[in-house]
């Protein structure tokens, strides 16, 4: 089965500066797809960014980028120029290849933004 | 566009009493995803709709839960009878009807407090 690890529970980061948040997965799938998704005190869960396991090319958005290792199942998250507005939970998430979308998410890493 | 509607936002009910959640998705989306997500926790899949047809409910613990869609648009979940570990925020999520890579979009949650 698909797991989803994230072994940071808290980091917290500067305002204005660069923090990477952890993720490793496990699969026996070739093809597959992983975000990263940003939860609000409010609740409403957001997408940062995503990543297609086939594509080499690191995803970028803006101020979010991700550095994908696919050998070693690692998938982590780089914010820059941190924010007040980035303080969040947030989730890395492994989707399998198949058409039904399930999305197995890891449990969670909260950012403090401190300015 | 209007996103991911839910209600009720909160519920409280006690133990072995029966709740019913609503979803409505965004216009056009065919498949609907109900996540349950215990706290300190990341969202757990419980059941997933194509149109109006399960896609995957292994998740799901059907002695007490269940859910439908009518007509491929609004779903209901129903918990009946609860117990304090069904404690938790419970998403709806939707998706569009194309394969790919495709982003899910969370409606707000609701949060349900079993005492």
């Known amino acids: 089965a698909q797991t989803v690890t994230q072994s940071q529970p808290e980091m917290s980061v500067q305002e204005a500066e660069t923090v990477t948040l952890s993720c490793t997965y496990d699969?026996?799938?070739?093809?597959?797809?992983l975000f990263w998704y940003k939860q609000p005190p409010s609740r409403q869960m957001i997408l940062v960014i995503r990543?297609?396991?086939?594509?080499?090319q690191n995803a970028t958005e803006n101020r979010f980028s991700v550095n994908f290792q696919k050998a070693a199942k690692s998938f982590s998250l780089k914010i820059s120029d941190s924010q007040l507005g980035d303080a969040a939970m947030y989730f890395c998430a492994y989707r399998p290849p198949s058409n039904t979308g399930k999305l197995i998410f890891g449990q969670g890493t909260t950012l403090q933004v401190k300015p | 566009e209007a996103g991911v509607a839910q209600s009720p936002r909160y519920k409280i009910i006690e133990k072995r009493q029966s709740v019913a959640f609503w979803c409505n998705p965004i216009?056009?989306?065919?498949?609907l995803y109900w996540y349950q997500q215990i706290l300190g926790q990341g969202p757990k899949l419980l059941i997933q709709f194509q149109n109006n047809g399960v896609v995957d409910d292994s998740q799901l613990p059907k002695d007490r839960f269940s859910a439908e869609r009518l007509k491929g648009v609004d779903s209901t979940l129903k918990i009946q009878p609860a117990k304090l570990e069904d404690s938790a925020v419970y998403l709806c999520a939707s998706s569009p009807p194309l394969a790919g890579v495709y982003e899910q979009y969370f409606g707000p949650g609701t949060r349900l407090t079993v005492t």
């Open positions: 699969t026996s799938e070739s093809d597959y797809y």
């Open positions: 216009s056009g989306h065919a498949t």
């Open positions: 990543q297609e396991a086939y594509k080499q």
